[in-house]
């Protein structure tokens, strides 16, 4: 099923709207965010300048930094009045990256991932179990409303309890699954424990994944344990959250829902377009968002686009399963982790000192990170009860900052390996 007209509609079509649209989210920015209005002045443009779609190359990018620079709320371009939801991720200072969302914006969010769920023609018949993370990430809440707008029966299971989890699914008959890859896999393998038929003792028929970067193979792993179509969703919250592209039933690629969000190619190096099907950074310009429109959004997500027809029907281009992050982002079962952050938990710790070491691992299907960090030279070693309060204060702050799971090791003063460079901070087992 295709939810709306233009997902198949004719390139001329789409271009037209794409343009219009493109003028007005222009218009808006220069006119209501100082913000963009110093950055389009300093480059000399104004939005008579954007005539036609490639004009995009004359405007600025946005960059994470750029929101948290901002923060919470600089980069609104509407009152407060009209904002009707904010969602915020962890930021590498410590102060989180902040959206916002009208009404409107809403309905647009929901809208695209509807054409998400139509994918696999989800329908008022299907019960959706939502594993991903409810709260002040996009996830969650992300996969629920559209769902409930199709009329199907969402179940709002957020992250973590296993066992839990597949007691639901069994006796809720869930036939939709919204997870990560990572967890969809680990709960797969504890519903293997079930026997070697557990798959009769469920009704999944498909499922929405995303937040990870996944290799071909760990899809197909996903498709495989559970017996079930495998649909992928990629999106951010600086855009819109997830909803930005789905896979289709075809399985060659996530088509953008490109009437909303316009796609760009660039070298991550020189910042400029590269040319049709080259792989590269992916830039995004949202083109009906109200509350907090960007410009040129660099992801730092590493991709390709294709606009060959897709048998599906859809005219909407399609960008390849992200292969990674131009930067070096640690993404831990789906949660983004900068070093930097944990460097920044650490140093607002008493009684270590900043000679750590992140390992990060795969325990099962699941992302491991374990923090390896000296004890400050003032702590004395034998002094249990101070240690383990101090490994407990230290979990627990990467757990409200971070939103991870870390496992704590303390060690001794100058235990850790130093090095003559660049210091070792992480090792990711998982390569
Ligand atoms: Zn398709």
């Not at 009707?84 to 930021?91: A, D, E, K, M």
């Amino acid at each position: 099923m295709i939810y709306n007209k233009i997902e198949s509609a004719g390139r001329e079509e789409i271009e037209k709207v794409q343009l219009k649209r493109l003028k007005e989210v222009v218009s808006r920015v220069y006119y209501l965010s100082p913000f963009y209005k110093k950055k389009f002045d300093e480059l000399n443009i104004t939005p008579d300048d954007i005539k036609s779609l490639e004009d995009i190359q004359k405007l600025p990018f946005t960059k994470k930094q750029d929101l948290r620079d901002n923060y919470p709320f600089g980069l609104f371009t509407v009152p407060m009045s009209e904002v009707v939801r904010i969602h915020s991720s962890s930021g590498t200072t410590g102060k989180p990256t902040v959206v916002g969302y009208t009404a409107h914006d809403m309905d647009v969010w929901n809208e695209v991932m509807i054409r998400c769920y139509y994918m696999a023609d989800v329908a008022s018949k299907d019960i959706v179990h939502n594993a991903y993370g409810y709260g002040l990430f996009t996830g969650g809440l992300g996969f629920h409303e559209a769902a409930q707008k199709i009329g199907a029966a969402i179940v709002p299971a957020s992250g973590g309890f296993t066992q839990r989890q597949l007691m639901l699914m069994r006796d809720f008959g869930a036939t939709i699954l919204c997870a990560t890859p990572s967890f969809a896999l680990h709960l797969a393998e504890e519903a293997k424990k079930e026997g070697p038929e557990f798959r009769k003792n469920y009704k999944l028929r498909a499922g929405f994944f995303g937040a990870e970067p996944t290799s071909k193979g760990l899809r197909e792993e996903v498709a495989k344990a559970w017996r079930i179509d495998y649909y992928e969703v990629y999106g951010l919250s600086e855009i819109i959250g997830p909803g930005v592209s789905c896979s289709c039933n075809m399985g060659e690629g996530l088509h953008i829902n490109e009437d909303h969000f316009y796609p760009e190619i660039i070298d991550p190096k020189t910042g400029e377009v590269l040319p049709e099907g080259e792989e590269g950074e992916l830039v995004l310009t949202t083109l009906t968002k109200h509350a907090l429109p960007i410009i040129r959004y660099r992801t730092g997500d590493i991709t390709r686009l294709d606009r060959t027809p897709c048998a599906c029907g859809r005219t909407f281009v399609r960008m390849e399963s992200v292969r990674g992050r131009a930067d070096d982002m640690l993404i831990v079962n789906g949660v983004n982790v900068f070093p930097s952050q944990v460097e920044h938990v650490i140093a607002n710790t008493e009684g270590v000192s900043l000679n750590y070491q992140i390992v990060v691992d795969k325990k099962g299907y699941l992302d491991k990170l374990e923090l390896m960090v000296e004890v400050d030279e003032r702590i004395m070693f034998d002094d249990v009860a101070k240690l383990e309060k101090i490994k407990k204060e230290l979990q627990q702050a990467l757990l409200n900052n971070l939103y991870i799971n870390a496992i704590v090791h303390l060690v001794e003063p100058k235990s850790i390996e130093r090095s003559m460079g660049k210091a070792k901070r992480i090792v990711d087992k998982r390569k």
